[in-house]
């Protein structure tokens, strides 16, 4: 069942311990990641177009998909009419799923947390889904996201319940503020991720403004 298969898949990259592990894990489950997440209503790659529909108009330069994993965010927002869509992944079984869906101008092997490959305020805006969440990114690794993204530009992104407080996000957003590097514009309640499965799996997406 692919449910089952999916659930597995999730474990085994929740449990990873180390980047490597976590590389190892999304490149065996890169063949059917798309089949099994769907089986469990994953949502999060499509339901972040609707934040960054609202927050960012489709001509004012390159978005990157931070985390994009095998592209599902891509499509979506190509249709809507924005181009010029950057991803970042650590897999390159991903990265190569998300090359095959035409929706990418650009596609780069990096790891949140770590630098990234561009210059300071290269993008219009950044969104992420799915990546600050159990055993993935840091919550440090937004530092280098706002850097890469423009003044006047946009962060949007999803942080999963169980680690927005043992992950130390809210002291990161703070810091960021503090720093006067972005404000809070929007943050929605706790969600479901999964349509289908995990009910108690919670997430909530995040808007800031980039100063």
Request: proline fraction near 5%; glycine fraction near 10%.
């Amino acid at each position: 069942m692919n449910l089952d298969k999916a659930n597995a898949a999730l474990d085994s990259v929740y449990t990873a311990e180390t980047p490597e592990a976590l590389a190892k894990a999304y490149a065996e489950w890169a063949a059917t990641y798309d089949s099994e997440t769907a089986s469990l209503g994953y949502l999060l790659p499509f339901l972040i177009t609707a934040w960054v529909a609202r927050h960012v108009p489709s001509d004012e330069g390159p978005l990157l998909d931070a985390g994009c994993g095998t592209g599902l965010s891509g499509p979506s927002l190509k249709a809507l009419g924005y181009g010029a869509i950057a991803g970042l992944d650590l897999s390159d079984d991903m990265l190569k799923l998300a090359g095959s869906r035409q929706a990418y101008d650009e596609l780069k092997k990096a790891m949140l947390g770590g630098p990234l490959p561009w210059p300071d305020g290269h993008f219009r805006a950044f969104f992420s889904t799915g990546v600050f969440t159990i055993g993935h990114a840091p919550a440090a690794g937004l530092h280098e996201l706002v850097r890469i993204t423009k003044s006047g530009g946009h962060a949007i992104f999803t942080v999963r319940d169980q680690v927005f407080e043992s992950g130390g996000f809210q002291a990161v957003f703070d810091e960021l503020e503090r720093a006067g590097k972005w404000r809070l514009v929007e943050q929605s309640p706790w969600f479901r991720c999964y349509a289908i499965g995990d009910p108690e799996a919670l997430v909530k997406t995040f808007v800031f403004e980039v100063m």
